[in-house]
């Protein structure tokens, strides 16, 4: 079982920048997938980003690829998206996956838990 709670979300000015954090429990966090995820009001969830077991491998939506990195911190349980020049449309709620393999992954099939999520909202 992992549990996972997102933070770091907030209001912010296009062109500036947030970065989220998911702190994970459980043992097995180093040995899965790791995954951020958004859903803006009134459209379904989306892949933004996946970060492999190692942190050597990374996956990302075409439109934050050069704008956000996933990284992650093993040995502390916890994953992060930092987002660089945002922009209206990433305003959305940003939720933390973990998932049951081991390579970065853009599908939300591989992905077993989830956290609550975190909203992120960028003022034009």
């Known amino acids: 079982q992992v549990q996972l709670v997102e933070s770091g979300g907030g209001l912010v000015q296009a062109g500036g920048s947030l970065r989220l954090s998911c702190a994970a429990s459980?043992?097995?966090?180093?040995?899965?997938?790791m995954g951020w995820f958004r859903q803006a009001p009134g459209k379904e969830r989306e892949f933004v980003a996946s970060?492999?077991?190692?942190?050597?491998?990374?996956v990302y939506e075409n439109s934050v690829k050069g704008r956000c990195t996933i990284s992650r911190d093993n040995a502390k349980n916890t994953v992060y998206l930092q987002m660089n020049n945002l922009k209206p449309e990433d305003t959305a709620v940003y939720y933390c996956?973990?998932?049951?393999?081991?390579?970065?992954?853009?599908?939300?099939?591989?992905?077993?838990?989830w956290g609550q999520g975190t909203q992120v909202t960028v003022s034009s």
């Open positions: 970060i492999g077991w190692r942190g050597l491998t990374s």
């Open positions: 459980g043992r097995t966090f180093s040995s899965r997938v």
């Open positions: 996956a973990a998932g049951s393999t081991v390579g970065a992954v853009p599908s939300q099939s591989d992905y077993i838990y």
